[in-house]
């Protein structure tokens, strides 16, 4: 029997209609899926959606987290200021193949003003369908966990 995967998925106001977009396919999908919100095109601060999906990534209450805002790099940052997260920004398939094969991360975010909803479903694809390749990968992912360690000692990466 098959498990299945779950994802929590958060956006900004730039990042909304992308990750209402994202969700649905998902879930048509079989995806297990959390809406961290946000819930509408009203502005609002994308770290602190980050924030709620890379914690439930960092805590192991769901596997993977997909966040959205204008161009995806604030809730990249942001996500990846909770130890045990790696985010990469990844708006288009090749990104998304090596952020996984090569970096193991497990938060994708996409950029709500760079991406249709088409390019998302293919980037979606490619990254849960692209497993960790480990062996020389493991210890580059390592040493990341390292250096977090190093300047976060009182947290568990």
């Known amino acids: 029997m098959e498990k299945t995967i779950r994802v929590a998925v ?22 297990d899926v959390e ?14 959606f980050a924030e709620k999906v890379a ?6 209450q769901v ?11 604030g809730v990249a940052l942001s996500a990846n200021k909770v ?4 985010a990469a920004t990844c708006n288009e398939t090749i990104s998304a193949r090596f952020a996984r094969s090569h970096n193991n991360a497990n938060v994708l975010a996409m950029g709500g003003r760079l991406v249709d909803a088409a390019t998302a ?4 694809d490619t990254w ?9 990968h493991e210890r580059r992912v ?7 360690q190093r300047y976060h000692p009182e947290k568990k990466a």
């Open 35 to 48: 809406d961290a919100g946000t819930n509408s095109t009203n502005s609002v601060d994308y770290p602190d």
């Open 128 to 136: 849960f369908r692209t497993p960790f390749e480990g062996g020389r």
């Open 55 to 60: 914690g439930r990534v960092a805590s192991g």
């Open 142 to 148: 390592q040493k990341i966990s390292s250096i977090e």
């Open 63 to 73: 596997d993977f987290g997909v966040l959205m805002c204008g161009t995806g790099i």
């Open 121 to 124: 479903e293919k980037i979606l």
């Open 83 to 86: 130890p045990g997260v790696r």
């Open 10 to 31: 958060g956006s900004d106001h730039a990042g909304f209609p992308l990750k209402e977009r994202v969700r649905q396919y998902l879930e048509r999908k079989g995806f």
